[in-house]
């Protein structure tokens, strides 16, 4: 029942209310038959939102939380079943509160409410419900632990990738405590001899940056400073998804300044006033990453592209300019004046079940800032 459209209303809604009837407790005799097939139901359309509830109403539920921890990495690699682990991620401190203060069961989950109620003549404000201490016990350290070990592995998945944003993303209680800052550390470690590689595939590339937007300060400036010194700048600007690493390195230091910010700007500039104005005769004659050489076809092709890409950059950092630095020098490349962007670079919006992706439908790639998002059906009841 619970794995058919239909019926997992119907044990939703069971749990519900009888969640009301006993208080909280998990001791219902439903739950002892939903214990034998969790992890067969979180990897269920319709399945994986019975354990949404058990999770959204129950605060004695670190029975499920064990089981599904015990078993994350398989259930993060499922297309649904990532959308279980978002849910435990967004659960495991509450369920940590629970079982710390047993007195706190009524209070479970304790979630702020998404906006303030407003008040008016003849209405009564509805006070801000009191937001409690943080917790982070046994199931949230697991699920920090696990995060960290796999790291790599679930942030080239195609679906666990999702699940690794939606931690990082700081929707969860767990990253604003000192065991999640730590955990982040530990992440910049395990990616920083990889970073360029982690960079410019296809689903790592979302992890980092979130990963750069959680970590300190430090550690951006000295990740900076090493893909400066080794020459990787132009490679990840020119790459389609490795490009969007180097823009949320260009913001985040854009927004504390200083030197490290110029050290890059410096670094990206020559690369932005190559794809505006054209490559010189010797990179033209030299296949690189970016494209240059091979056919005339496939170049114009690439050069559009590259003109776009750095119209964009320049227009949300205008310290990139090459305005003032080429001068007359350089003239643009023939393809762009005449204003003939052959091939065309078609864009759509790709996907894959209600995920989004950097991809076009087309084949084409998105250029500039994206955003997560994971849609989810909400036909099902939950």
Known sequence: MCTHTHGTRVVQKIISEANTRYHGSNQLPLLGAIRQCCLELALDPNGCYVLLKVLDVMGQSGWLLEILIDRMCDICCSQWGVVTVKKVIERATSVDRVEAHPHLLPTYPNDPPPSPTPSGPGRTPVPQQQRLPIVVGRHSRRLLKLFVDNFERLSRDQFGNYAVQHLLQGVSELMQTEEGHQAVAQMGLIVRPQVVEMSKHKYSSNCMEHLL?????????????????????????????????????????????????????????????????????????????????????????????????????????????????????????????????????????????GMQYRHGSAGGFHYGSRDYHHQQQQDNGY
């Open 213 to 353: 937007a959680q970590s300190s300060p430090e550690y951006v400036r000295s990740l900076i400073n090493e893909i400066v010194s080794t020459g990787a700048v132009r490679e990840l600007l020119l790459d389609k998804y490795g490009n969007y690493v180097l823009q949320k390195m260009l913001t985040l230091a854009s927004q504390e300044g200083g030197k490290t910010f110029q050290t890059l700007v410096d670094a990206v500039q020559p690369c932005v006033a190559d794809l505006m104005y054209g490559p010189s005769q010797q990179q033209q004659q030299q296949p690189s990453h970016g494209g240059y050489g091979g056919n005339r076809a496939q170049n114009d092709i690439d050069a559009g592209r590259h003109q776009r890409l750095a119209k964009k950059l320049i227009a949300k950092f205008p310290q990139l300019s090459p305005q003032g630095r080429r001068g007359s020098r350089h003239q643009m490349a023939p393809q762009l004046a005449s204003g003939n962007s052959r091939g065309g670079y078609p864009s759509g919006g790709g996907g894959y079940g």
